[in-house]
């Protein structure tokens, strides 16, 4: 049997006691640091009393619970539970749970929140001034759950422009926030979903109710630069407002604004305005105009429906690049417009053809290598209702006004060629109902730049080759 030396002994027994306490000394030393970097960023703003500060036993989480801020402003905060997992230096998670902003005095939320989760913070407690660098803000998820708050609330005007909200009363729930990649600078994802709201003078809508099925947007680039930003996409869904000044709904909005792929533009899906609801909320001494505007929209259906996509594409080549749209505008019941556009460029060295479509000013410098411009208008009724509302406000015939029409036609082409007059006598075919499609095409010369088109519009039918076609 071996024996060991007294030392040695007293050695292995204190490094065995030493490693047991570790870890219990690290949780008391977490335990205060919580303790403490919630009183100091609480207490600038009032009084602040934590019920229980504890550590678990077999995980690395600590937790202090019933966390109450009583304001200087008549304002109260209580959070059930703020709990950090992981080193607290560098947390794994932290999450709030039963977090709650009311008025001290009627006890009214203002603002609550079921669960707040950041996965890999940057920090266990953030201040709530500016006094942390901004580098230093970094959550690499976010989840938030069951929102509900005060229309009139700093946290509301926080998400809406104040001045939109003005002195709205009401309350919005959402159910659910998610986010991935938030920093100063940029954030990777961020979805809303399942919004609902209901109130008055809720700025330009006034009073009424709305939902959002959801938001989302990726990519936004440049938050610490105005210059920089850049949004790669935004998905809207199922937004549906019901107010005293606005009726109407919008299935989908995408906008793609990532050029990198070749791609990229806006649609717009099933937009939809019930303008009979619209004005008989409006007030009686605009009926009558809107009634007359929404007869000529909507052929009398009150009903105002669009769908639209401003698409744009580009291809790379080793000489020149080819920029492209295949672009469409439908008011349903009224008019189709089709537009596309096929131009060949040569750009300046350095620049991508995906900067023309995202920075001002790249196509300017860009020397256009012909190319052409097509423009369809597909009468769906517009035209003919039009020229019915112009005859009855003049008090004459339909057939007169549309002589007047013709003959006004004439004399601008007179004064600006044949092509200009070409296309206004087209007008006048689809009022008629001689037509029912327009197609106005342009084809530019071997070598120009927008200067050649834009300082002086009037002399465009000289420069371009123009064709003007009815059917």
Excluded: C
Excluded at 113 to 142: H, K
Excluded at 175 to 193: D, K, M, N, P, W
Excluded at 331 to 345: N, Q
Aim: proline share 3%.
């Amino acid at each position: 049997m071996s024996h060991f030396p007294p030392s040695i002994v007293t050695r292995r027994v204190a490094f065995m006691v030493l490693v047991t306490l570790l870890p219990a000394l690290a949780a008391q030393a977490s335990t205060e640091r919580l303790e403490a970097d919630l009183r100091g960023v609480f207490g600038e703003h009032g009084e602040v009393a934590i019920g229980e500060v504890s550590s678990g036993l077999l995980s690395s989480q600590v937790t202090a619970e019933d966390v109450v801020v009583r304001g200087e402003e008549g304002k109260r905060l209580l959070i059930d539970r703020y709990a950090v997992s992981g080193d607290y230096d560098s947390p794994d998670e932290v999450t709030l749970e039963g977090v709650r902003l009311e008025d001290a005095l009627t006890e009214m939320a203002l603002v609550e929140v079921a669960r707040i989760v950041m996965g890999e913070p940057s920090r266990a407690v953030f201040p709530l001034d500016d006094s942390l660098a901004p580098q230093d803000v970094r959550i690499a998820t976010l989840a938030i759950d069951d929102i509900s708050l005060d229309l009139a609330s700093e946290l509301a005007r926080g998400m809406v422009d104040d001045a939109e909200l003005g002195d709205a009363r009401g309350r919005m729930t959402i159910a659910r926030v998610r986010g991935e990649g938030l920093s100063h600078t940029a954030i990777e994802r961020f979805e809303i979903a399942d919004v609902s709201g209901m109130g008055e003078n809720l700025g330009e809508m006034g009073a009424g109710s709305f939902t959002l099925a959801s938001l989302v947007f990726e990519g936004l680039h440049g938050l610490d630069d105005e210059d920089e930003q850049r949004l790669d996409a935004l998905v809207l869904s199922g937004l549906v407002v019901d107010a005293e000044r606005l009726v109407g709904s919008l299935a989908r909005l995408h906008v793609d604004g990532d050029f990198s792929d070749g791609q990229g533009g806006l649609e717009i899906d099933e937009f939809q305005v019930d303008l009979a609801r619209m004005i008989e909320l409006a007030p009686e001494d605009e009926r009558a105009q809107m009634r007359m505007a929404s007869n000529v929209l909507t052929d009398g259906s009150g009903d105002l429906r669009v769908d639209a996509a401003l698409l744009g594409h580009w291809e790379e080549g080793e000489t020149q690049s080819l920029i492209t749209s295949d672009s469409h505008v439908t008011i349903h019941d009224a008019l189709r417009l089709l537009f596309d556009v096929d131009l060949p460029v040569v750009l300046p060295e350095g620049v991508t053809p995906a900067a023309v479509f995202a920075e001002d000013g790249v196509l300017e410098s860009a020397t256009l290598v012909g190319g052409s411009l097509r423009l369809i208008l597909a009468e769906q009724g517009l035209f003919g209702r039009m020229a019915t509302l112009g005859a009855a406000m003049e008090g004459i015939s339909e057939r007169q006004y549309l002589e007047q029409a013709r003959t006004q036609a004439e004399g601008f082409g007179m004064m600006f060629g044949p092509e200009v007059q070409q296309f206004l006598l087209g007008l006048v075919a689809l009022a008629e109902g001689d037509a029912d499609e327009l197609e106005v095409a342009l084809t530019l010369p071997a070598e120009s730049n927008l200067d050649t088109y834009t300082g002086d519009p009037l002399a465009l039918p000289e420069r371009l080759e123009m064709r003007v076609e009815t059917r």
